[in-house]
């Protein structure tokens, strides 16, 4: 009786870990590619907050960005859940970030799928979040710059136009950025891991994707058990990939969705530092 009621209580502490207990995770990014001023530029990535809290007014999550003094903070989707989300709370959210760093931010599929999705792009701007949607902007140090770009989940192809050839729209759109954006190096950010291939394809250097959320339950040795959109076992929940000369960084996330519990598989604050390598 004894054990058992400490087995219980063992894995509630788990699974209350699980979803509250911030982890900051570290990558260095090195390529002969990233302009010499910009050895040392650091990107936060926010993914998958699915309206999660982390303390009153955030404070524990915007504790940790602060704490990574980053140069760009990258939200890359589903700040809320299932499209519901509320005006204050996503302006109590986007302020604070602004006082940081600037923001861009790319929809994932749950933002997309609701109603007042203009609603929400035009309250993100107002805020001050540069919105990117097929788009992208070029940061600039002196004389040398870098390309940040942005595409919108697939979802909202179908959402506006209806079902049918949605990730072929979404790819083409994929691939016209691509040829917007001249040789600079270029961090795409997309929500959706899964086309990893297509990132490499297209030559981007650097992608920072979420969606998967790690997993949600990984496994011991395992790794992560399922994750929308690749199914069981999935090849990118989690952690960097490499295919030819593209980086794919995939953040765990921030939050829950539909099912609401993590196991070993603790909140991910993902903290991108880009290092000039020496030709």
């Not at 939050?255 to 604050?269: A, C, D, M, T």
Request: glycine letters at 10%; charged letters at 20%.
């Amino acid at each position: 009786m004894v054990i058992g009621v400490a087995a219980i209580l063992a894995f509630a502490v788990l699974f209350f870990l699980g979803s509250n207990w911030l982890q900051s995770t570290a990558y260095e990014i090195e390529s002969s590619r990233i302009p010499a001023s910009f050895d040392g530029y650091c990107i936060v990535q926010v993914s998958d907050l699915h309206k999660q809290r982390f303390g009153k007014n955030q404070i524990r999550l915007m504790r940790a960005i602060r704490n990574a003094r980053p140069d760009l903070i990258a939200i890359t989707g589903d700040l809320t859940y299932l499209g519901s989300w509320n005006a204050e709370d996503i302006e109590d959210l986007a302020r604070p970030f602004m006082d940081i760093a600037p923001v861009y931010f790319v929809s994932g599929n749950h933002d997309v799928l609701t109603d007042d999705y203009p609603r929400l792009l035009d309250q993100l701007r107002g805020c001050g979040i540069q919105v990117l949607e097929g788009e992208s902007t070029v940061i600039s140090r002196g004389t040398e710059s870098i390309v940040i770009a942005g595409i919108q989940d697939p979802g909202i192809f179908c959402h506006q136009e209806g079902p049918g050839r949605t990730i072929d729209r979404w790819k083409a759109a994929l691939a016209s950025l691509r040829d917007s954006l001249g040789g600079r190096y270029t961090v795409l950010l997309s929500h959706r891991p899964e086309y990893f291939t297509q990132y490499a394809d297209l030559g981007f250097d650097l992608a920072l994707s979420g969606h998967a959320h790690g997993g949600q339950i990984r496994l011991p040795f395992a790794g992560a058990l399922y994750a929308p959109d690749q199914g069981w076992l999935p090849r990118y929940a989690s952690g960097m990939h490499v295919r030819r000369e593209t980086r794919m960084i995939v953040s765990r996330g921030l939050g829950n969705s539909w099912f609401p519990i993590r196991f070993l598989n603790r909140p991910e604050l993902v903290v991108v530092r880009l290092r000039k390598l020496s030709n």
